[in-house]
């Protein structure tokens, strides 16, 4: 069975972003050693979720600048399958992009019953949320920055009740990020 696998970039004091949204804070840390993790990570993924928000901000970029940026990766960001999980939405226009506007539960549950690689959560904190809250999220490979921002989007809201999880794996970047692999326990 295929999992469903949060990867975003966090703050050492649990933030996805700042208290407007901003994600600056993280260009720093993106180095090389980064950026090498992320394609390793994307060689094991076939298909991206995202959220409205996070969509919308890569949409703008990836097919146009991304290009230009990062040929490679951007070639990766145009072509996998990507699944955008939105109410609010009317359509989606990304290549290999499609939009879900209800039943997410069984939109996930779905897809991990499917043959295929994992599924990735790039950013997309309000679908990281619904689907921790859902119990539809088997993974999540946090990359800790270290700096403090005080207040944010945080990386868990609203659970009913603890979650344990188990540490898989753990590895430190020269920038100081720290990757934390865990798995629900």
Known sequence: M????????????????????????????FDEEMARYVGEQFAGIDTLLFGRGTYQLFVQYWPTQGVKDDPVFAEKMNTLPKIVFSTTLSTVTWNNARLVKENVAEEIQSLKRQEGKNIVIDG??????????????????????????????????????????????????????????????
């Open 2 to 29: 295929r999992k469903v696998i949060a990867s975003p970039f966090v703050t050492l004091d649990g933030f996805m972003a700042g208290p407007q949204g901003e994600i600056d804070w993280n260009e720093p840390y």
């Open 124 to 185: 997309s904190p309000g679908l990281i949320h619904s689907l921790t809250r859902l119990g539809l999220i088997d993974e999540y490979r946090l990359r800790v920055h270290p700096v403090v921002l005080g207040s944010g989007v945080p990386l868990f809201k609203d659970l009913k009740e603890k979650m344990p999880l188990q540490l898989i794996d753990s590895q430190t970047f020269h920038s100081g990020v720290v990757i934390l692999h865990y798995q629900r326990a």
